[in-house]
């Protein structure tokens, strides 16, 4: 049963602080889902639950409990948790922000006798938006203009019409398509939302010329624009119902041409936020075969199941990225069955911020091939493990002649050519679509020196203790930019062996024997 983009949200208003919603579908292949290591809390108003809804830059809004219980409408800026307040009642949601730090939501009057739409900013703290004329308004969006949209009660409560309020105008009914109800959704260069049609359809809207533009559906009765925050008002995603109305897909628009995106095998999908970096990521949440909604990402034409992403065990409500930012995002979920709900920033460490390094606690370095340049490379952590085959880079000398002096310190950044399988906090990369590509692997290695002996050894063996710092970065087998699935920065140390074999011919004109490596082998200690 189809359930509408505006029933979940206010159902999520009206009765607790859950996740804004559920829907569409289309069976099709999942692609691996990363893992974030070093997820940062946002913490809580004093209560036990944050959920984030909505991010700008480094601003995150949402609604947490505080410590009486209620649910309160919050900012995060700076490592702070800002309590918004209410318009005089017990409850409130923050729902959107912009680049300014202005935030608009819905909050609950004096006596909680309706629940109005807001505005927030520091200057004025928060503003009540009014209604159209019955109790009920909610704010969902605002632009940098500082226009707000949403959808409101019209007089004797009758129905609901969507909005856009503006700071000069006031708020403004964007009226329906014939029909009884319209619920705006976004806010953009456009607004965008669903409206009821004569015969009692819903059909998605972007706005235009102070009217509004019927998007059109997959076939079936039901269509919402969710969101249409690109710049250029010609991109909108959103969920449409296909042509029998069994089920409801995840959609976007691109100049008003829809695009059917899928689900992870349920009959709902539903897509809500998109990050504008080339190639464009597409985030929303799905129902899978069993019926659960996890979060999802539409990337490359691939759906991900983001429902673990800070492990196995972990269980993620809603992803939201963080704009002007191509890998961080915002994640509200519980990190393991029995915890509580939270939002954290989460990012996927890279090379030149490499994030917190696990210890090697067993692992191993082999130099399998140093003509050719192929090393083996295993470890294990705490919370991740890894076995990497690297074809190039790390080798020492090859023939190498007595008195010569060979270095095990190694200074290698590998940028291909590497793949390998990996367990990082329970989710497993290997085998489901083959090798898992390694894109990054760097090898600092400090370690003494040594001096090949002149005196006629015909096999040499060399150990001295070593320290590494090093990075492991892992990708899905598709390639493309951004497809990371996990990066963990490293440290370790134990002893560097070196096997050299000579022959008995192996002897220059002037009497030096020159040696084939055999091995060179770095063997972690337990940390």
């Known amino acids: 049963m189809r359930t509408s983009a505006r029933l979940l949200i206010t159902t999520a208003i009206l009765v607790t602080a859950v996740l804004m919603t559920a829907a569409p579908t289309a069976a099709q292949a999942t692609a691996y889902a990363l893992t974030y290591l070093d997820p940062i809390d946002l913490g809580t108003l004093g209560g036990n639950e944050t959920r984030a809804y909505a991010a700008n830059g480094a601003r995150i809004v949402g609604a947490s409990q505080t410590g009486d219980g209620t649910i309160h409408a919050f900012k995060y800026e700076n490592g702070a948790l800002t309590d918004l307040g209410t318009l005089g009642g017990s409850t409130s949601w923050a729902f959107a922000v912009n680049s300014a730090g202005a935030v608009t939501g819905s909050a609950s009057l004096p006596d909680d ?4 739409a807001f505005l927030w900013t520091e200057e ?3 503003l009540d938006l009014g ?4 109790t009920y308004s909610r704010a969902s969006g605002i632009n940098e203009a500082g226009q707000v949209s949403g959808w409101s009660q019209v007089a004797g409560d009758i129905s609901y019409h969507a909005f856009l309020w ?4 006031g708020m403004n009914d964007l009226g329906t398509f014939g029909g009884d109800t319209s619920f705006a959704y976004d806010v953009g260069a456009i607004v965008c939302g669903e409206a009821a049609t004569v015969d009692g359809a819903r059909h998605a809207f972007v706005t235009s010329n102070g009217g509004l533009i019927d998007l059109g ?3 079936g009765t039901y269509s919402a624009a969710i969101n249409c925050s690109d710049p250029s008002g010609r991109f909108a995603l959103g969920e449409s119902s296909v042509s029998d109305d069994s089920a409801t897909h995840a959609v976007s628009w691109s100049d008003r041409v829809i695009t059917d995106l899928g689900t992870l095998g349920g009959t709902e999908s539903r897509a809500l936020r998109e990050r504008f970096f080339f190639p464009l990521q597409i985030f929303g ?4 075969v069993d019926g659960d909604l996890h979060p999802v990402r539409w990337w490359f034409g691939w759906l991900s199941d983001l429902a673990h992403v800070l492990g196995a065990e972990s269980q993620i409500e809603s992803v939201v990225p963080l704009t002007g930012d191509a890998t961080s995002a915002v994640v509200s979920g519980a990190v393991s069955a029995d915890a509580d709900v939270h939002a954290y920033i989460v990012s996927m460490p890279t090379f030149s911020t490499p994030g917190t390094p696990r210890t090697i606690n067993d692992g191993v370095i082999e130099v399998l091939s140093p ?5 083996h490379f295993a470890f294990t952590t705490d919370d991740a493990t890894a076995d ?3 074809r190039e880079g790390l080798f020492s000398c090859s023939p190498c002649l007595a008195g010569n002096i060979v270095s095990l310190s190694y200074d290698v950044f590998v940028t291909e050519d590497a793949s390998g399988s990996a367990t990082v906090r329970g989710n497993e990369y290997r085998g489901q679509y083959g090798p898992v590509a390694i894109p990054q692997v760097l090898f600092t290695i400090v370690a003494d020196s040594f001096t090949i002996p002149t005196t006629g050894e015909q096999s040499i063996t060399f150990s001295t203790p070593f320290t590494y710092s090093g990075y492991v970065r892992g990708a899905s087998p598709f390639g493309g930019y951004y497809d990371d699935l996990f990066a963990v920065a490293l440290r370790g140390a134990g002893t560097a062996t070196i096997q050299l074999f000579s022959c008995d011919a192996c002897i220059l004109p002037d009497g030096r024997r020159y040696y084939a490596e055999t091995q060179l082998t770095y063997a972690f200690a337990p940390q």
């Open 388 to 390: 990497v085959n690297v």
């Open 371 to 375: 003509i050719v340049g192929r090393a």
């Open 113 to 116: 006798v309706a629940v109005h």
């Open 285 to 288: 949440e799905s129902r899978t």
């Open 217 to 219: 559906t997959l076939g």
């Open 131 to 134: 209604t159209l004329g019955g």
């Open 124 to 126: 004025i703290g928060m």
């Open 166 to 169: 503006d700071p000069i105008t």
